[in-house]
C-alpha cells in the first residue's frame, strides 16, 4: 500500500497534523457519546478550542474514537481557520481570502480524475451480510431533543446516475434507524435526490455508499454546491494536486476514496421512508418536528483499525455548516459572479451569519466606470446567483463596496449600520430556495419560493465615482510614514 501522507487527502493525515500543532486534543477519560461528546464539542466550538478527539467512549465496540469539530475555529495564535485551511492542504496562518482563491483557482484547473488502487486502509476491517451491524459504532445523540442518534454528520454519500457519467459527493445528514437502516435528507434540488430520482423512474434502488473520516478535501469538495453533472472527484484532484486514490466497494461497484476511516455500502430505498430528525441545525435552532425520509440500507461496513468518526454538532456559529459549506458556497458564488462579468471583489458567507446571508464585495473603481444603476447591478447579481445551485442555499444577499474587509464582521456591521437605506430592500418572492431557512413562512417552506432578498450598502455616490466622505480610522486618516512610526514604536509607547 502506497503512503498517501498528505493532510487533503488522508484524514488520519489530516488528525496527525492536527494533534501535533496542538489543535486536536486526545482525551482519553471515558466519554459518553450520549450528549457528552455533543456538549465537550459544542464548547469547544464556541471557546475556539482545539479539536477534541474522544478515544475512550462508553457506547459501541471498543477501538472507536470520535473527532469533534473537525474544521472548528481556533485561537488565533494558533490560526482562526488553520483546522479549515488544513483541509487544503493550506498552511495554518491562511486567511479566508487565501482559501477562496485557491478555491477559485481549482474551478478553472483542469479536474483529475480519481485513481483506482487495489486495496487501501478502509479495506482494514471487513462486514459484509449478517456481520453488518451500526450499533458498533458510538453513534452519539448530539443534543437533548434530538429525535434519534446520528452517525453521518460529517461525511458524505456517494451515487452515480444510472448511465455512469456522473459521480456526486455531496455532505448530507444520516440518522441511525437500527443496525442496517439509516435515514435522511436526499432534497429533490440536491444531487442526492436528482440521482435518486433517476434511479427511482427506473423503478431501481440508488446504488449508495457513504463516507465518514473520508479525505478532508474531498469531505470539502461534498459540501461544495458545483453544479449538476460535474463530478466533485476531479475537482478535489485539482484541489489537492494530485488524484485522490479511489478503492472498489466491496458489494455494489462504487468507488470510495482508500484513504478513509469507515465506508458504508448499500442502497437508498425507492419509496420506503422513515421519520427523521429533529435535529439542532446549522441556522442555530431545534424545530421539534420529525419528518419521512428515505431509507438508506447497508449491506457492508468497512473500516480502518481504531477508526475514527468525525462529528459536526450543528447548531449556532462556527461549526462546519459555516467553515465549510459556507465558505464552499462562497467559492462556487464569487467564481460564478466574477465569470459573469460582475465588478464583484469577493463573497463571503459570514459565519456570524449561520449560511443565511452572503456578503459580495463590489469593485467601485469598476462599478463607477459601467455608468449601472443600483437595480441593474442588484438584478445582475440576482439573476447570477439565484438562478444557480449555489444561489439556491443563500437567502440574502449583501452588497458593500471594496473598502470594507467582508471576512470581518464588524466592518459589515458597520456598513449596514451606516450604509444601508431603509425601505431599499430587493425582495425576490417568485425566487426558489431552500425551505430550511427559519424565518419562511410555512406557505413559503411549502412552496419553496420567497424569503430572499438582495440589500445594497452601496452609497449613490459609488454608483457615480465620487465621495461624499472619507472613512475615519488607524489606515485612513494618517500618513503611511506616521502608521508605520506608530506601529514600530507600539512597544516603546507601553504597549505590550
Ligand atoms: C457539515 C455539513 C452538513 C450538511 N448537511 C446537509 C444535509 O443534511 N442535507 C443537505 O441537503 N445538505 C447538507 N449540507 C450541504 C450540502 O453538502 C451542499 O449543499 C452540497 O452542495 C450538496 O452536494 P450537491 O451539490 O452535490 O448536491 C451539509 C454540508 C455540511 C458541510
Ligand atoms: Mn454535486
Not at 498528505?6 to 493525515?13: E, G, I, N
Not at 452517525?151 to 443496525?179: A, C, E, K, Q
Request: a negative charge; glycine letters at 10%; proline letters at 9%.
Amino acid at each position: 500500500m502506497a503512503p498517501h501522507h498528505h493532510p487533503a487527502l488522508s484524514f488520519r493525515d489530516f488528525l496527525d497534523g492536527l494533534l501535533a500543532a496542538g489543535d486536536a486534543v486526545p482525551i482519553a477519560r471515558p466519554v459518553d457519546p450520549e450528549l457528552e461528546v455533543g456538549a465537550v464539542t459544542r464548547r469547544a466550538y464556541e471557546t475556539r478550542s482545539p479539536a477534541p478527539l474522544f478515544t475512550t467512549l462508553t457506547g459501541g465496540a471498543p477501538g472507536f474514537r470520535i473527532l469533534g469539530a473537525p474544521a472548528g475555529l481556533g485561537a488565533a495564535d494558533r490560526g482562526t481557520y488553520g483546522r479549515l485551511a488544513a483541509h487544503f492542504g493550506l498552511e495554518r496562518h491562511s486567511g479566508p481570502r487565501d482559501i477562496l482563491e485557491k478555491l477559485v483557482s481549482a474551478l478553472h484547473a483542469v479536474p483529475v480524475p480519481p485513481v483506482v488502487v487495489a486495496d487501501g486502509p478502509c479495506k482494514e476491517n471487513i462486514h459484509r451480510g449478517d456481520d453488518v451491524d451500526l450499533e458498533r459504532f458510538p453513534v452519539p445523540l448530539l443534543h437533548q431533543g434530538d429525535g434519534g442518534r446520528y452517525l453521518g454528520t460529517y461525511g458524505f454519500h456517494i451515487v452515480r446516475s444510472p448511465d455512469g457519467s456522473w459521480t456526486n459527493w455531496s455532505v448530507g445528514r444520516t440518522m441511525l434507524r437500527d443496525r442496517t437502516t439509516l435515514v435522511g435528507p436526499a432534497m429533490p434540488q440536491q444531487h442526492l435526490g436528482m440521482i435518486r430520482e433517476m434511479w427511482r423512474e427506473r423503478g431501481e434502488p440508488t446504488p449508495w455508499a457513504m463516507v465518514l473520516g473520508a479525505p478532508p478535501a474531498a469531505l470539502a469538495a461534498a459540501g461544495m454546491p458545483l453544479p449538476a453533472r460535474v463530478s466533485e472527484d476531479g475537482y478535489v484532484g485539482a484541489l489537492a494536486g494530485g488524484p485522490v486514490e479511489v478503492v472498489r466497494t466491496e458489494t455494489n461497484g462504487l468507488y470510495v476514496p482508500a484513504h478513509s476511516e469507515i465506508v458504508l455500502e448499500g442502497y437508498i430505498s425507492t419509496d420506503e421512508t422513515a421519520p427523521e430528525g429533529p435535529m439542532g441545525e446549522y441556522h442555530g435552532y431545534l424545530f421539534p418536528e420529525s419528518k419521512p425520509q428515505p431509507v438508506f440500507h447497508v449491506q457492508a461496513v468497512t473500516h480502518r483499525d481504531d477508526a475514527v468518526l468525525p462529528v459536526c454538532v450543528a447548531g449556532v456559529p462556527p461549526e462546519e455548516n459555516h467553515t465549510i459549506w459556507g465558505t464552499m458556497i462562497s467559492a462556487e458564488a464569487l467564481d460564478l459572479l466574477r465569470s459573469a462579468g460582475l465588478p464583484v471583489d469577493l463573497a463571503w458567507c459570514s459565519y456570524e451569519a449561520a449560511t443565511c446571508w452572503m456578503v459580495i464585495s463590489v469593485d467601485v473603481r469598476e462599478l463607477a466606470a459601467r455608468r449601472t444603476t443600483e437595480a441593474e447591478l442588484v438584478d445582475a447579481v440576482a439573476r447570477v446567483l439565484f438562478g444557480s445551485h449555489a444561489g439556491w442555499l443563500v437567502p440574502k444577499v449583501i452588497l458593500v463596496a471594496d473598502d470594507i474587509d467582508i471576512t470581518d464582521i464588524d466592518q459589515v456591521v458597520w456598513a449596514l449600520a451606516t450604509r444601508y437605506h431603509p425601505g431599499t430592500e430587493y425582495c425576490f418572492p417568485d425566487t426558489p430556495g431552500i425551505p430550511m431557512v427559519p424565518y419562511l413562512t410555512p406557505e413559503e417552506a411549502r412552496t419553496g419560493r420567497g424569503g430572499k432578498s438582495v440589500i445594497s450598502c452601496l452609497t449613490p455616490e459609488q454608483f457615480l465615482g465620487t465621495a461624499r466622505g472619507t472613512t475615519a480610522s488607524f489606515r485612513t486618516s494618517y500618513p503611511r510614514a506616521l502608521q508605520q512610526h506608530v506601529i514600530d514604536n507600539w512597544g516603546a509607547y507601553g504597549y505590550r
